[in-house]
């Protein structure tokens, strides 16, 4: 009874500070200034400047958070400079701290754009232009592979503040899947050669190693093979995840631990630990629906040295930026 007492106590300091702290949290300092690291990527962490539009002037909304998943994967090491890994997922969380709402951002792996390059001494060299995927391949350390995906984010999203991260290891879905209690859903695909069970259109709870094969799919019998078909599967799984974690944290609370746990190994985050408990409790009091899940506007095409890549839509992604970022001004 004590320890529980004890614990108890613990979660409730940690609750007050997290709330006296709201508007101290998620400060942040771009750490490739101090490489080098040449306009824009070095402006990531900073406000960006007022937009005009229609006679209408709009401010950036400095409540949000901004919260950048990378999902990467280390089964096949590629050849380039740092650690080699691409990131094979990209979801940016836009929390908004006053309102306490959520929306989410998919960014296909194949979208174009300017990124960082290092070389194999770890030294900035230059700029490149390509698949945003392969911006975490460059840096020699996984932090500076994150940090470096999160500037390229953040100036394909036309400088917009993304100060924190948490990056997880494809082989670590499985582990986190099964603390979170497993997820019921709806199979969008066939998956009956891995299981005869996983028939499209069936009700079914992924556990283990069904999950990451349910997020990496694109070779599923009624799947083009592009990203795009991927991201839906992805997009699904991820609302239902959270469905099901907040269902299960409803019952005991303690399974947001054990899901940290469960990616501890498999993960870097930049988070606080205040940061996370922050997060914990506004993700208890939202939900996250496919309908608040959008791909950013653009479309797919043959990419040359590439198997496809992803061009947006400019006119279309400023104006997403614009709603989903910035307010009138007063």
Same mark, same amino acid.
């Given at each position: 009874?004590?320890?529980?007492?004890?614990?108890?106590?613990?979660?409730?300091?940690?609750?007050? !500070?997290?709330?006296?702290?709201?508007?101290?949290?998620?400060?942040?300092?771009?750490?490739?200034?101090?490489?080098? *690291?040449?306009?824009?990527?070095?402006?990531?962490?900073?406000?960006?400047?007022?937009?005009?539009?229609?006679?209408? !002037?709009?401010?950036?909304?400095?409540?949000?958070? $901004?919260?950048?998943?990378?999902?990467?994967?280390?089964?096949?090491?590629?050849?380039?400079?740092?650690?080699?890994?691409?990131?094979?997922?990209?979801?940016?969380? /836009?929390?908004?701290?006053?309102?306490?709402?959520?929306?989410?951002?998919?960014?296909?792996? &194949?979208?174009?754009?300017?990124?960082?390059?290092?070389?194999?001494?770890?030294?900035?060299?230059?700029?490149?232009?390509?698949? *945003?995927?392969?911006?975490?391949?460059?840096?020699?350390?996984? &932090?500076?592979?994150? =940090?470096? !995906?999160?500037?390229?984010?953040? $100036?394909?999203?036309?400088? #917009?503040? #993304?100060?924190?991260?948490?990056?997880?290891?494809? =082989?670590?879905?499985?582990?986190?899947?099964?603390? %979170?209690?497993? *997820?019921?859903?709806?199979?969008? %695909?066939?998956?009956?050669?891995?299981?005869?069970?996983?028939?499209?259109?069936?009700?079914?709870?992924?556990?283990?190693?069904?999950?990451?094969?349910?997020?990496?799919?694109?070779?599923?019998? $009624?799947?083009?093979?592009? =990203?795009?078909?991927?991201?839906?599967?992805?997009?699904?799984?991820?609302?239902?995840?959270?469905?099901?974690?907040?269902?299960?944290? %409803?019952?005991?609370?303690?399974?947001?631990?054990? @899901?940290?746990?469960?990616?501890?190994?498999?993960?870097?985050?930049?988070?606080? #630990? /205040?940061?996370?408990?922050?997060? %914990? /409790?506004?993700?208890?009091?939202?939900?996250?629906?496919?309908?608040?899940?959008?791909?950013?506007?653009?479309?797919?095409?043959?990419?040359?040295?590439? &198997?496809?890549?992803?061009?947006?839509?400019?006119?279309?992604?400023?104006?997403?930026?614009?709603? @989903?970022?910035? /307010?009138?001004?007063?």
């Amino acid at each position: 009874m004590a320890a529980i007492a004890a614990a108890a106590i613990t979660v409730a300091v940690l609750l007050m !500070t997290a709330a006296s702290l709201r508007r101290n949290l998620f400060l942040y300092t771009n750490p490739l200034a101090e490489y080098g *690291v040449q306009y824009p990527f070095a402006q990531n962490g900073t406000v960006p400047e007022d937009i005009v539009m229609g006679g209408q !002037t709009y401010t950036y909304n400095k409540d949000l958070v $901004n919260v950048l998943f990378i999902g990467y994967d280390e089964t096949v090491q590629r050849e380039m400079p740092g650690i080699g890994f691409q990131a094979d997922t990209l979801v940016l969380a /836009v929390i908004n701290k006053k309102t306490g709402g959520i929306s989410v951002l998919s960014i296909p792996r &194949d979208t174009v754009t300017d990124f960082p390059v290092f070389d194999f001494n770890g030294n900035y060299a230059t700029v490149n232009s390509g698949q *945003v995927a392969l911006s975490h391949a460059y840096g020699r350390e996984y &932090d500076i592979s994150n =940090d470096l !995906t999160m500037a390229s984010v953040s $100036n394909l999203l036309y400088q #917009i503040p #993304i100060g924190r991260y948490f990056a997880l290891n494809i =082989d670590g879905i499985g582990p986190v899947n099964d603390a %979170a209690g497993g *997820v019921n859903l709806e199979l969008l %695909a066939d998956f009956t050669a891995f299981n005869p069970e996983m028939s499209m259109g069936t009700m079914y709870t992924l556990w283990g190693d069904e999950a990451e094969l349910y997020v990496r799919a694109r070779q599923a019998p $009624n799947m083009s093979g592009e =990203d795009l078909d991927r991201m839906k599967l992805q997009k699904q799984y991820i609302a239902e995840f959270v469905r099901s974690l907040k269902t299960a944290a %409803a019952e005991d609370f303690s399974v947001l631990g054990n @899901v940290l746990q469960a990616a501890q190994g498999y993960s870097q985050s930049n988070l606080e #630990i /205040v940061e996370l408990l922050y997060l %914990a /409790v506004r993700l208890r009091n939202a939900s996250i629906e496919l309908e608040n899940m959008v791909t950013i506007p653009g479309h797919a095409e043959p990419g040359g040295q590439f &198997d496809s890549v992803y061009i947006t839509d400019e006119e279309a992604l400023k104006q997403m930026v614009l709603d @989903v970022f910035f /307010v009138p001004a007063a």
